[in-house]
């Protein structure tokens, strides 16, 4: 692929490579809901509860973009976000499987949601990105950008639990952490984002010389 900045239209390979991991998101996040509108009862309940994780917001976000490419959008098969998503996903990933696997224990259909959203999604997006996105059109102020989304999140989970008296993830959670630590978490969670981006961009352009 050209790595040059502009648009460009993606295979037919590509796009239904993309169609495919778009229904594997919405698959995973229909059955998330499924599983939560069984035991509340309530649409609305189970979509609240749903926006409170990162992960959930992370994965529909990926389904929307690439449900977007597969169409044959090409700002969504742009560079940044095509790079934004396979990072965004990819840490997702990386700190369920260091930090908060094994926390709760699944099973059944819970387990394959689970599963679906933290292990095979961001695996196929980084699959793809790797073969059909433009790396060396990468810049090195995207992770800037691409940091945006996480640091916008910490925001929003610290108002929603301050509202609710809970917290999604024990790594920001303020009633027991404090706000100077849980501050400090969160800092270095942004600065490992911007961190894992340059090492994106990095990769990108080796592969992109490479080829």
């Keep these: 692929m050209s790595g040059k900045r502009g648009t460009a239209s993606l295979s037919q ?7 495919m991991i778009a229904l594997i ?11 939560l509108f069984a035991r509340t009862g309530s649409a609305s309940g189970a979509i609240w509860s749903m926006l409170r ?17 597969a169409l044959g959008s090409r700002r969504a098969f742009s560079p940044l ?17 260091i930090l908060l696997r094994g926390l709760l224990h699944l099973e059944g259909l819970s387990l394959v949601a689970d599963s679906l959203m933290h292990d095979v999604q961001p695996l196929l997006i980084a699959l793809f990105w790797l073969v059909f996105a433009r ?19 910490f925001l929003y989970a610290m108002l929603r639990g301050q509202a609710e008296g809970s917290y999604p993830y024990f790594f920001i959670n303020v009633a027991t952490l404090g706000w ?3 501050l400090l978490n969160a800092a270095a969670i942004c600065l490992a984002f911007v961190a894992a981006g340059w090492l994106l961009v990095w990769l990108g352009h080796r592969i992109a010389k490479a080829g």
């Design 53 to 69: 994780f990162y992960t959930i917001i992370g994965n529909a976000l990926a389904a929307l973009v690439f449900a977007a490419i």
């Design 135 to 153: 790396k060396g059109a990468l810049r090195w102020r995207d992770p800037w950008l691409w940091a945006v989304p996480p640091c916008l999140y």
């Design 180 to 182: 100077p630590q849980t």
């Design 81 to 97: 976000i095509t790079g934004g998503v396979t990072l965004n996903m990819a840490l997702i990933g990386i700190v369920y499987a």
């Design 13 to 19: 390979l590509g796009r239904v490579a993309a169609g």
């Design 25 to 35: 998101g919405f698959g995973a996040i229909a059955l998330r809901f499924g599983l």
